[in-house]
């Protein structure tokens, strides 16, 4: 079966969130033996539609690169450089991306469990023509809270998801969506697209798709990937 290479993959590294304790980035922290950033890099790079990934990288490590980020195919691999917020990045990781690159992706750094399924989830249901993002129901129950940690309400669950990445979209679309931003320091893409009034779909993910945060995500990533690893 012919596959149509058309997808292009932005991944967000741009941060300098240092949460998971120690100088370096948690992008680049390692996870069950390699940086987390690669783990999400490899995953995208095996897929036969995409046709080019570009990796947004703080501005201190665009000119030299880890240089295990080369631990892919290189000719589809691109570096950008992170702006001051991340949708200042993501709209540089967009303007790098060839014309071939018809639906886009865009996927946070710290998250390198994204599975295939989820994936191809977003992609075709981006290829409907609208706003398609990995997400996860709210199990939990919610408490709103005052400056001083009192609690003011409970929030009802009912109808709540957990947005996560990837997130996908036609380009045409998140182009528009990121030259509409008007300096907007969006929390995800999807934002930018629902302020334009088009429709947002949500696909299921699957709870391991966690994003790291804290030291104790880091092991927890290490432990999910070396269980997938015994597994497969």
């Keep these: 079966m012919t596959v149509t290479r058309d997808v292009g993959v932005v991944i967000v590294a741009g941060g300098e969130s240092t949460r998971t304790g120690g100088q ?11 940086p987390a950033l690669l783990h999400s890099l490899q995953t995208f790079m095996a897929r036969p539609d995409v046709v080019a990934v570009v990796v947004v990288l703080p501005r201190a490590y665009v000119a030299d690169p880890p240089p295990w980020i080369f631990q892919c195919d290189v000719d589809r691999l691109m570096i950008s450089v992170g702006g001051r917020t991340r949708t200042e990045s993501v709209a540089n990781g967009l303007d790098d991306l060839p014309d071939e690159a018809q639906v886009v992706l865009v996927h946070d750094a710290a998250r390198p469990l994204v599975d295939d399924a989820t994936i191809d989830r977003v992609i075709a249901a981006a290829r409907s023509g609208g706003c398609a993002i990995a997400a996860l129901p709210v199990v939990d129950t919610l408490k709103e809270v005052d400056a001083s940690g009192r609690v003011v309400r409970t929030v009802e669950r009912a109808g709540l998801w957990r947005a996560q990445t990837p997130q996908g979209f036609p380009r045409a679309l998140i182009t ?17 697209v629902e302020r334009l009034g088009f429709p947002v779909v949500l696909v299921p993910d699957v709870p391991t798709n966690l994003k790291i945060t804290t030291l104790e995500d880091l092991e927890m990533a290490d432990a999910l990937i070396a269980r997938r690893l015994t597994q497969a």
Excluded at 24 to 31: G, I, N, S, T
Excluded at 176 to 192: K, P, S, Y
């Design 176 to 192: 528009q969506a990121h030259a509409d931003a008007g300096g907007l320091d969006a929390t995800d893409d999807a934002l930018l």
């Design 24 to 34: 370096e980035l948690k992008q680049f922290r390692w996870v069950a033996g390699k």
